[in-house]
């Protein structure tokens, strides 16, 4: 056991509550200089980590005896943030921020409020942001940065510079402190070009959410050395004989899963194989404290940040087609109501036999010749599989599974022309996620009964305040609802949009419906699932590009080696913090990807000044409503463009309201493009037609 283990362990058991250092070092008779500095440093550590913190006599104790919640800050652009915990986001006033900004993990207590949901910052754990991305302007004497991460409330004073900047180029400051109650300084000490540029623009929002770009020259030197170990079947179950495909889209490089299907009987038998990465990354080496740190892959039109080097995601990990790679694979025993009636987790070596496409799967199952004889020998399996998927979702939605039918972009870059289309998921999608819905919920329920450390999926149900507006809306539109606010049930969701489906209202109460419930995250304590009906759920189908799907599969081989005893002691505190810490990183990279797109699609507008367009209503604020075009593109037309009118919003019903015009979400108008803004990624309509 450490020193750092012993110490906690005493704090644990009270010993060394409110006790100072010299104190500390007195109850572990400790009198040389060296040896109580040895101590300090051991307190300063676990202090920086948040496992103790000093109270206003400078005496130590646990966080837990001064009430204290630990977080990351979520700022908004007006000043305040937002405490994101397990328990749920507590709401941190600017006056009560003392000196924490956005992205800074915090202590801090929660002091009432209206609903006893806020707080104030007690002590700063680690500052989110030690670089920040924004425009530089010159001033007499110095200048500042404006940072484009809005939520980061504070300008950088700029102290000094490394590199030569102009007043409107887009830089990257160095944070050198943080005074306390003024603003950061940093200093200048990278150009990355000027402002409106759309490789600038975009590098700009990758440098502002803090995600890693390269990968360290260790990462890289082990991810080349655990690539090149030849795969052996070992003590795995040898799968390479069976009929396994692959099916993803297009443009996919990193193959996670592959899936098989047939009948038995009046069963049908699902195999889910995930590539086995936990085989290539070792707890607590290189490649796994980047994947931790990094937490998910990201996405762009151009690029990819991917979680785990090349070599590993596109090589040795990825279920190439005709290529042996090791697996952990769900194979499950389904009957003709969709009931699993047995499964099975085992390690596995598999050979896939075709790497099929979303679009092609599609069109095979829709009657294409050319290519039902090219892959005739998958025919009855790919008929097999839809009937599964089709199953397996009518089982979902009788269950109350929300199915939200919600519009996706699909923005693309060719030869430097960039394309924005609505995004079309086909029945090979359904297909696929059907099957990894099953084998995510069949993982958890097997962990679950072990009552083991995990890392679970969850999705709390709506706030009482949000379901309560949803319903007001649903009653303006002259739709039924009959749920409770403070309790709904997914299944009642669900039922509206059964009703409406096919019908003009099913898209527009889709929209409404989604921003009235919670975001999902991750979890140490199972919560259930929300969205899907599902008591008990994970992530388990993506560890390749998901560090949580990375942890469910170490945690699920070590009980399978029998080593949950092991895996209890040793993960038992860490998948409260990797929750947190992962939803933290997908949240980052969700932004990223959405402010890319919407920098992509402001680019592609500008090609499109003054041209009209069928649009719908898509939001609706005090200061103008939101129009969507078709391909998802949003714009806002000011409320000053609208006809002339006395206009009241009204928040709770999505309605802007005057004596002779109104607008609501759903209502379809005709606009004109007036706009393109690539600084602020924002576009702007009038409408074409004021009648």
């Known amino acids: 056991m450490t020193a750092a283990q012993q110490i906690e362990e005493k704090f644990a058991s009270g010993e060394f509550t409110y006790k100072t250092a010299r104190e500390i070092a007195r109850l572990l008779g400790v009198t040389q200089k060296s040896e109580r500095e040895a101590v300090n440093r051991v307190l300063r550590s676990l202090e920086e980590e948040g496992a103790i913190v000093r109270d206003e006599k400078n005496r130590y104790v646990l966080p837990a005896a001064l009430g204290l919640y630990k977080g990351v800050l979520r700022g908004n652009e007006r000043g305040f943030a937002f405490l994101v915990r397990e328990e749920g986001d507590l709401f941190i006033p600017h006056r009560s921020l003392h000196g924490a900004m956005h992205g800074d993990t915090v202590f801090a207590r929660c002091v009432g409020g209206e609903r006893g949901d806020e707080g104030e910052v007690y002590s700063i754990v680690s500052r989110g942001y030690s670089e920040i991305v924004g425009t530089y302007f010159k001033e007499k004497k110095g200048g500042y940065v404006q940072p484009d991460e809005r939520r980061f409330f504070n300008d950088v ?147 990819v940040l991917p979680m785990l080097p090349e070599e590993l995601s596109n090589g040795i990990c990825s279920l190439n087609e005709g290529e042996d790679r090791c697996t952990l694979s769900c194979l499950m025993k389904i009957d003709e109501k969709g009931k699993v009636k047995d499964s099975e987790i085992v390690t596995g070596v598999i050979r896939s036999s075709a790497r099929m496409t979303y679009k092609n799967v599609a069109a095979i199952l829709e009657g294409d010749r050319e290519l039902s004889e090219k892959y005739e020998f998958l025919l009855p399996m790919l008929e097999e599989m839809r009937q599964l998927a089709e199953i397996l979702m009518k089982k979902r939605k009788s269950r109350g599974s929300i199915d939200l039918d919600v519009k996706e972009a699909a923005v693309t870059v060719q030869d430097g022309a960039v394309s924005v289309k609505e995004y079309e998921r086909t029945v090979a999608h359904k297909i696929i996620e059907e099957f990894m819905i099953l084998a995510n919920e069949t993982v958890a329920e097997f962990m679950e009964r072990f009552e083991m450390p995990f890392i679970y999926r969850v999705h709390e149900k709506p706030s009482e305040e949000k379901a309560e507006s949803f319903k007001a809306y649903l009653s303006e539109l002259g739709v039924k609802a009959n749920f409770h606010a403070d309790n709904v049930r997914p299944g009642e969701y669900g039922k509206i949009l059964d009703k409406l489906e096919g019908g ?16 999902a995250r991750y979890s140490a304590e199972n919560s259930g699932h929300f969205g899907l009906a599902s008591s008990c759920y994970c992530h388990f189908t993506s560890p390749i590009r998901r560090y949580p799907d990375l942890l469910v599969h170490r945690l699920v081989k070590m009980v399978l080696d029998g080593r949950a005893a092991e895996a209890a002691d040793t993960f038992s505190r860490f998948v409260y913090g990797a929750a947190l810490s992962c939803s933290e990183s997908e949240r980052r990279a969700d ?62 019903r999505f309605l802007l309201r005057g004596l002779s015009h109104s607008f609501k979400i759903g209502d379809p108008i005709q606009i004109k493009v007036a706009a393109a803004d690539i600084g602020t990624r924002k576009c702007e309509f009038v409408l074409a037609d004021e009648n």
């Open 504 to 519: 003009p209202l099913f898209h527009v109460v889709n929209r409404v419906m989604l921003r009235s419930m919670s975001k």
């Open 591 to 652: 932004e990223a990807e959405r402010d890319v797109d919407e920098l992509y699609k402001t680019w592609y507008m500008r090609e499109h000044l003054g041209e009209t367009f069928s649009a719908v209503v898509s939001g609706v604020t005090s200061f103008g409503v939101f129009a969507e075009l078709p391909n998802t593109i949003e714009g806002l037309i000011r409320i000053e463009n609208l006809p002339k009118d006395d206009y009241v919003f009204v928040e709770q």
């Open 157 to 303: 004073r700029v102290a000094g510079s490394k590199v030569r900047a102009y007043s409107g180029e887009k830089v990257l400051i160095k944070i050198l402190n943080y005074p306390e109650g003024g603003e950061p300084v940093g200093e200048i000490t990278e150009v990355l070009g000027q402002s409106g540029d759309l490789s600038c623009e975009e590098d700009a929002i990758i440098r502002s959410k803090n995600l890693a770009e390269e990968f360290p020259h260790k990462v890289l030197a082990e991810a080349k050395r655990v690539s090149a170990e030849k795969v052996e079947v070992g003590g795995r179950r040898d799968f390479r004989d069976r009929l396994i495909i692959t099916i993803d889209g297009d443009d996919s490089r990193d193959f996670d899963d592959a899936v098989e299907v047939w009948r038995e009987g009046k069963y049908y038998r699902l195999g889910v194989h995930i590539a086995d990465v936990t085989h290539y990354v070792s707890r607590g080496r290189a490649l796994d404290t980047e994947a931790y740190k990094r937490g998910t892959s990201v996405y762009f039109p151009d690029r």
